[in-house]
């Protein structure tokens, strides 16, 4: 077993305050709970004590050089945390290739400014903010198809789809009955029909102003989406705060984490059972509930709500109780088990899939006995993910660490059996909360690359004042040691990734006339009798002026249109350009009016001209040797 830098022999690097020993830094503690709520709060601390030293860099391990030209093995998507987007990176260079507006508004893009990206966003247009934190790519019998990526917006209670041929949003719904969409799981098995999905904080039901302060009557939500329609197809009522979960490989159960079993609405009362559970959802019993009446709804939402919580009586949801307030939860790609992270103790719990047919027929005395294993990890652990190989790789926050440990070796050591099942721990900068290896998420997991997410960052980059990135690291775990590998800046928490091979996704690269992205303001047009790839004629409907335009590099269809003061203008324009990456933009001067047209796309953009004068148009996504002569005029006479 290799323990990399996890002696409690103090050590110093010139200069440096010397490094106490995470064991020993933690020794004086009363309680795992009691160190865990001091790493929430000052955790800044702790790292700054227990990684004085230098990193260690990597001396052997895999080449992730990819030179000019070439193409990277994987697509890595990583969630945009507070910024609302999602961003995709090369891997293993960790080139970033793309940002996608999501819950977000872009100037790049025009992504909440367009008529399109509104009529997606829905009543939700009016958050320009998001927290996007779980993105994962849908599922055909346990594969990723590279159809969809799908991603939750805990801030404002969104989930959104994204299509990855074009690697645009094109589904944002808004959950009802619920507050704050956190974990966020796909049916895997036989093919990603539902996007399941966790209500985190509980709320009175219906909120709508009664019940204020009756926290009895407060609970939360699971929520399953239909993932081709986009349309909540049911909920399921439970007991305590949701936090993460997992659906497994057989398409008939999922589970999620509850952090607050109590029902609290403080910390320390959060924090007083020794225990909190698993919920895990029968999938099927949950459909023939629905199927048979067996629901209510609430309030102005027709969505059918099972009742799941302990006391209901209908056999859909089972409370496996674990070590209090855990977090993570990791279906193996072996199809075995659900794991479920501590958080406040250092063990994680396994959940034997197989033996839920038997928890849910009454076989068992107990819940508990489907845990096969609950083996000590570390300080924190947090989240597990998998190389293909039997070994599961969990995140110790506190500890700083990933751990990678054998899976087998753990269920043989809870049964008595003298075996170590930890491989290795090692260390990462700084606070590790998500992790995720090449195709961990599906059942081929090639046990490549692992990255961890971590919090904090301190000391690996050039200072840029009080607001640090997040530091992302790169890990190949193909030999038998975990070996550091790269270090990549991140802003604003990307909380979660998902990596999968290039080969399972086909884009197109200029957009299909008939495309259903635009096919609204294509509608509209037709009504207005314009034909979008000739026409180039402007509109005037009363107050409303609508200017139909082509584009051509280096030229605009249209280049001098004329408004009265107050006039709504909608601006579309369609690219007629089918030369790859020969992307337009159309920017009007001192309007906050900014949009991209890419290869044959439509797209339109309305606004008010509110002052006379004359206002340049431009393209602003450079197209040509003449780009900076590719504007127009759009003159706006006084009221």
């Known amino acids: 077993m290799s323990d990399q830098h996890h002696d409690d022999k103090p050590t110093a690097a010139p200069g440096a305050t010397v490094n106490q020993g995470r064991r020993r830094f933690l020794a004086g503690s009363a309680m795992v709970g009691a160190a865990s709520v001091a790493g929430v709060s000052g955790v800044a601390g702790v790292g700054a004590l227990t990684r004085s030293q230098p990193a260690q860099a990597a001396t052997n391990g895999a080449d992730i050089s990819v030179p000019p030209g070439e193409l990277d093995e994987y697509y890595g998507f990583w969630s945009g945390g507070h910024s609302g987007e999602v961003r995709v990176y090369g891997v293993p260079s960790m080139r970033e290739i793309m940002r996608i507006p999501v819950f977000n508004h872009c100037s790049a893009s025009g992504w909440g400014m367009t008529n399109e990206s509104k009529r997606i966003l829905g009543d939700s247009h009016r958050f320009t ?203 193996s790609t072996d199809g075995k088990y659900f794991i479920a992270a501590g958080k406040l103790s250092p063990t994680v719990s396994m959940i034997e899939i197989a033996r839920l047919d038997d928890l849910f027929a009454g076989n068992l005395a107990d819940e508990r006995d489907v845990i096969a294993a609950e083996p000590e990890i570390g300080l924190g652990p947090l989240h597990t993910t998998y190389d293909g190989r039997g070994n599961a790789y969990t995140t110790v926050f ?179 350009d089918k030369v790859e990456d020969l992307s337009h933009g159309f920017c009007v001067v001192d309007h906050g009016v900014s949009m991209e047209i890419s290869p044959q796309q439509t797209s339109s953009i309305t606004f008010t001209a509110d002052k006379p004068g004359v206002f340049w148009y431009y393209c602003n996504w450079f197209c040509h040797a003449l780009h900076m002569e590719m504007t127009g005029r759009m003159l706006v006479e006084p009221a």
């Open 129 to 331: 903010n998001g927290d996007a934190h779980h993105p994962h790519v849908s599922y055909t019998d346990g594969s990723h198809d590279g159809r969809y990526l799908f991603i939750n917006d805990k801030a404002n209670t969104r989930v959104a789809r994204i299509r990855l041929d074009v690697f645009k949003t094109d589904k944002v719904i808004t959950i009802p009955n619920v507050q704050a969409i956190h974990g966020l799981r796909l049916q895997k098995v036989p093919r990603t029909n539902y996007v399941f999905c966790n209500g985190e904080y509980m709320i009175p039901q219906p909120n709508d102003g009664r019940d204020l302060n009756d926290p009895s009557k407060y609970y939360t939500m699971w929520n399953a989406i239909d993932a081709d329609t986009m349309e909540v197809k049911w909920q399921v009522m439970v007991d305590g705060n949701l936090d993460n979960m997992d659906a497994d490989y057989t398409g008939k159960y999922a589970a999620a984490t509850c952090y607050n079993s109590e029902g609290a609405m403080d910390l320390a009362g959060k924090m007083r059972a020794d225990r909190d559970w698993v919920v895990v959802f029968n999938i099927e019993n949950v459909e023939k509930a629905v199927a048979d009446g067996n629901f209510m709804t609430i309030g102005d939402s027709e969505v059918p709500v099972v009742d799941g919580r302990k006391s209901s009586g209908l056999n859909v949801t089972r409370y496996v109780p674990v070590p209090k307030n855990p977090h993570g939860l990791n279906t």
């Open 398 to 576: 506190i500890d700083s660490q990933v751990v990678k440990w054998n899976m087998d070796a753990a269920v043989r050591n809870y049964n008595g059996e003298d075996v170590d099942y930890i491989i290795q721990k090692l260390d990462v900068h700084y606070q590790p909360g998500h992790n995720h290896a090449t195709l961990a998420e599906s059942k081929d997991a090639d046990g490549k690359y692992l990255f961890s997410l971590n919090k904090f960052s301190k000391d690996r980059y050039l200072p840029v004042g009080p607001l640090h990135p997040e530091n992302d690291q790169m890990i190949d775990i193909s030999g038998d040691e975990m070996v550091l590998l790269h270090d990549t800046p991140t802003f604003a928490e990307p909380h979660d990734a998902v990596i999968i091979r290039r080969d399972q996704i086909t884009t197109k690269q200029i957009w299909d006339r008939d495309d259903s992205f635009f096919a609204e303001t294509v509608a509209r047009a037709q009504e207005d009798g314009i034909n979008l790839e000739t026409d180039n004629q402007v509109i005037r409907d009363g107050n409303q002026v609508r200017v139909y335009m082509t584009s051509v590099a280096p030229n605009f269809g249209i280049q001098e249109f004329t408004v009265k003061q107050g006039d709504e203008v909608t601006v579309t324009i369609t690219n007629m």
